[in-house]
């Protein structure tokens, strides 16, 4: 028996890895037929099933390989909590259009008031952008990078992390770090100047970087390529876990004992 042209049709899919084309061209095609479809109409079925597939599967991979900590979303921010948040212009950014020009995002403000909530949200739309994101804390990017430099591949691992759109590094200031350290710091960022892009949060204000970063030459030319072309956000207010902790504590004492 001769195969069919619906026959060839999953046969070419199958050897062009179009797995949801093979699986979907006999059932569209009934479809199709009893909805009066044109060719082109059919085709754009199945191209558009395909590419929604393979777009879900490479925004679940570039999640996975993001490793956030935990999901954070823009949809989950609490904006009433947090009135000192610049609402149009984070929403501006959680198009992702800063990572396509290789712009940067800081974060700035207390423990506790959303900072870290905001990059991975808006790592998380840089994923689902189609745009590659790693996370770590700057301890953990500082370890990373110390590795790589005590076995002679610091220069690769900084060319490796070019295919890496958006770098986030988290709470930076939390803990003072030596002079290697912060070279290694000040190298991650002045290797991503104006061609990928960073996100940082920090709890202090630039003032304040030299005492973390040992060195006030090298915080202010940290500072100097990080800004560069950069969002600054300064968010300010109480600790959103120390208010929520005072708050259960207020309902607790008000509670009449049963």
């Not at 059919?42 to 925004?59: C, D, H, I, K, V």
């Not at 030596?178 to 990928?196: C, G, I, K, M, P």
């Not at 500072?223 to 207020?250: C, F, M, P």
Request: aromatic letters at 6%; a negative charge.
């Amino acid at each position: 028996m001769m195969a069919s042209p619906l026959d060839d049709v999953i046969h070419a899919a199958r050897i062009l890895h179009l797995p949801i084309i093979a699986e979907l061209a006999e059932t569209l095609a009934d479809q199709g037929r009893d909805q009066h479809w044109s060719f082109e109409e059919y085709l754009a079925a199945l191209l558009g099933r395909q590419a929604a597939a393979r777009e879900t599967n490479g925004t679940t991979t570039r999640l996975r390989r993001a490793h956030f900590p935990k999901v954070s979303t823009m949809e989950d921010f609490n904006w009433a909590y947090q009135p000192t948040a610049p609402r149009t212009t984070i929403e501006h950014l959680a198009t992702s259009t800063f990572v396509t020009k290789a712009d940067n995002v800081v974060l700035l403000g207390p423990p506790g008031v959303g900072k870290t909530h905001l990059a991975i949200a808006l790592g998380i739309k840089a994923c689902q952008h189609g745009h590659s994101v790693l996370f770590k804390t700057a301890m953990d990017w500082i370890a990373d990078l110390a590795d790589a430099h005590a076995n002679g591949l610091l220069a690769a691992r900084l060319h490796d992390l070019d295919r890496t759109a958006l770098v986030i590094i988290d709470e930076l200031g939390y803990l003072p770090l030596n002079a290697d350290a912060a070279n290694l710091l000040f190298q991650l960022v002045s290797h991503r100047y104006e061609t990928s892009s960073i996100i940082i949060t920090s709890n202090l204000d630039f003032a304040r970087w030299g005492e973390t970063l040992a060195d006030p030459i090298i915080a202010a030319a940290l500072i100097d390529r990080l800004v560069h072309h950069a969002e600054i956000i300064a968010l300010k207010g109480d600790s959103y876990r120390t208010r929520n902790r005072r708050a259960q504590q207020t309902t607790t004492l008000k509670t009449p004992n049963q």
